[in-house]
């Protein structure tokens, strides 16, 4: 056992001092380099010709998150279909609006909505993939508690860490009719480890304690909430759409994920993890599929069909202006 004289006593509490501030120091210089970027877009729904009202959905820690909900077309007499769209990290709901035209003219409602510490919503201590999922869980309990909207249909669809949010919460329930995940990552500890590397830092010492730190602060494993376990526990349709240009989520993890869940649909399409040179045909085909996955909700069906050429109507002007259901 070492002893310690009396005179050395206070040299060691300053180097304890001194190794504990430093790692103080090495823990918020994690925290600000991992904080995801705030930015505001000026776009609205009615850059896009749509109507919409702006709204703030109570999330949890006392927070509120904005969304812009945008209703279906025609004057509604029965509870309609509805979507629940999420951007990615740094991302707001003006990233995600070119998805919503081409769902609202095939009769959907929308609820773009923004994650804390993302535009305009609330900022809270931290951002992290499980509080991603809290915000949707919220939002989702928004639409679900209007006279206007199906509960029974109400689909998912997120980009990136939302995409990686909308599986994990599908996986804790049982009245999601459909995720739509564009560009998720397959596991967050492969996500970090590609993202430390492009920033020079070596995994061993310094990565592995990185991943141990934010594991540490967002109180999750990441092998806990990796979109590799969530698609395993679905109890919903999921199309995967990936970019095959994508560098910052690599194709391979798309094809990783459609090869855990075999009901699950894959489609591949030219374009990067931000922008799709094949928007077009993408959207097509989650229409397509969304429609087969409310048809499946409504009726009870057991199985959604393979991805049907898409056949969405422009909505009514009396009725819910349901989806064109192939």
């Given amino acids: 056992m070492v002893e310690w004289s009396a005179a050395a006593l206070p040299t060691l509490a300053l180097l304890c ?10 823990n918020l210089a994690i925290r600000l380099s991992l904080r995801a970027p705030r930015l505001i877009d000026p776009a609205t729904p009615t850059d896009y010709g749509l109507g919409f009202s702006e709204v703030r959905i109570p999330t949890v820690r006392g927070r509120q998150l904005r969304a812009w909900w945008i209703p279906p077309a025609g004057e509604a007499k029965s509870p309609c279909p509805a979507l629940l ?17 081409p769902f609202h003219a095939a009769g959907y409602g929308l609820l773009l909505v923004e994650a804390r510490n993302h535009g305009a919503s609330d900022g809270d201590s931290f951002s992290s993939l499980p509080r991603f999922a809290e915000d949707m869980e919220s939002a989702l309990s928004w639409l679900q508690a209007r006279a206007d909207v199906d509960s029974r ?42 993202y430390l590397a492009a920033k020079g830092v070596p995994f061993v010492p310094f990565g592995w304690y990185v991943l141990q730190y934010v594991q540490h602060v967002i109180g999750h494993r990441f092998a806990d909430i990796a979109p590799l376990r969530s698609i395993t526990r679905l109890n919903c349709p999921v199309l995967l759409v990936h970019g095959l240009d994508d560098e910052t989520v690599p194709a391979e993890e798309a094809r990783l994920l ?35 996955a409310m048809q499946r909700a409504e009726t009870g069906a057991a199985t959604v069909s393979a991805l049907p050429a898409a056949t969405g109507k422009p909505a009514g002007a009396a009725d819910c202006p349901e989806p064109a259901y192939s």
Avoid at 90 to 99: E, H, Q, R, S
């Fill in 258 to 292: 459609h090869a855990r869940q075999s009901g699950s649909e894959l489609l591949l399409i030219a374009g990067s993890h931000d922008d799709y040179a094949e928007m077009d045909k993408g959207l097509d085909a989650a229409i397509a599929f969304v429609n087969a």
């Fill in 153 to 194: 249909r109400i689909a998912l669809i997120g980009h990136s860490v939302g995409a990686a949010a909308a599986l994990l919460l599908a996986a804790r329930r049982k009245d999601i009719a459909a995720v739509v995940s564009i560009a998720a990552f397959a596991h967050p500890e492969t996500l970090m480890r590609r």
């Fill in 85 to 101: 769209v999420m951007h990615g990290w740094g991302g707001n709901a003006a990233t995600m609006l070119p998805l919503a035209p």
């Fill in 17 to 26: 001092g001194v190794a504990g501030l430093a790692l103080l120091a090495i």
